[in-house]
């Protein structure tokens, strides 16, 4: 099961040991999800706060 993740800098943190991550881009809100090897963690953020979210993770991005 995934797991959703709260804190940005968290995420930040377990990107760098993740095989990518997938951008989904919704009409309220955008998820992000990284693939590490042993689990899927999530995150919701704003829009707004997307990019700068984005610019920060160590992994291939890759959009959904």
Request: glycine share 4%; aromatic share 4%; net charge positive.
């Amino acid at each position: 099961m995934p797991e959703e993740v709260m804190d940005v800098e968290r995420f930040v943190r377990l990107s760098e040991r993740a095989e990518y991550c997938a951008v989904k881009r919704l009409k309220r809100v955008v998820k992000l999800k990284i693939r590490t090897p042993g689990k899927l963690f999530t995150l919701k953020v704003n829009p707004t706060e997307a990019e700068g979210v984005v610019k920060k993770l160590r992994c291939e991005i890759v959009e959904v």
